[in-house]
């Protein structure tokens, strides 16, 4: 794994457990998505991760929150829902950024007075087991949304819990005496084959390209990718996705200035490992969703300066190794749902990557991070 990345979707995998120390190199990380996998617990190397904003553990087996997460200074969104959580560690509290805690579907009694003093918008307790609810919430001014639906509350009437949350709130802080002292320290084809529509399309957006260079034809249903395409000089983005495109003329040659290539959702079966040394100024590229039967070899050789590739929906296997690495740019990586078992070791030798999308595949573990 590499240790500059700052986003990294594990998401909807097979992971059961994950190594001790596998956080230690990934302190850059402000994004983290670990949910729809097996996870019983969250190894305590969580500690290292103080640039982490997002944290999404929905949908696994947790039975417990490591300590450790509470140095997670810069953590501003929790999700913990659907999982077997018994308490919450009067630790979260130490997370003072934190705007979003969601606890759904656990099996969580009560809750921390601790908790009371973060500054929360967004509070989710609902389908858990909590009994009764710290008066001391009722100080927490800063939240917009209570959800506590599916908790045997007493002592808090229905019409409360399923009510404004401020009518709630105040109902809390009434519960306490001196409640005011209390809270004041609680704070597109070639020729003439397109429709009349589609062409007028076309013609709208090449007006708009002499001036910005960049020419949008998505969802038009062309099936050839239309001549303005190369006949404009100065395409710097071309968007063709959502289309039924299923082969790219050898004219897209002559786009040398183009930057941003969109050709997600087509009906592209080969993969045009000739057109990419032609598009020396590519530095995006988008193929999701297409039915690509298989990458030659040298796949990926001609896309030195390419910061982002999205292979999204693609089930063809990668090519072996060297195939990623050829691609040294490249900062914004998308494989998810692309039928992986493991993570391609080369992804370590990414050393300018920032986003690793790898959520929907069948991954089973992830390597030591180097």
Known sequence: MCANLASLDLGGNKLASLEDDIFSNLSSLTELDLSKNILTELPMSVRFLSKLVRLNLRQNRLTSIPSGLGSCASLAELYLGYNALETVPPEIAELQKLGSLELRANQLQDLPVELCNLQLSLLDLSDNSVGSLPSELGFMTTLRKLVL?????????????????????????????????????VLVSSGNVFGEEVQDSIAKSVTKASSTGVIELQGQSLTKVPPQAWEENNVVSLDLSKNAISALPPELERCTSLKILSLADNKLSEWPTSLWSSLISLQQLFMARNPINEFPQDAFSSLGKLKE??????????????????MPSLERLHLRQTKLREIPSEICQLRQLRFLDLSENSIIAVPEVS
């Open 309 to 326: 590739l999205d292979l999204t929906g693609v089930a063809a296997p990668l090519p072996a190794s060297p195939s990623l690495s050829l």
């Open 149 to 185: 639906d599916g908790n045997p509350l007493r002592g808090v009437r229905s019409s409360l819990i399923l009510g404004p949350t401020t009518q709630l709130l105040r109902h809390l802080r009434g519960r306490l005496p001196n409640s005011e002292a209390a809270g004041s320290q």
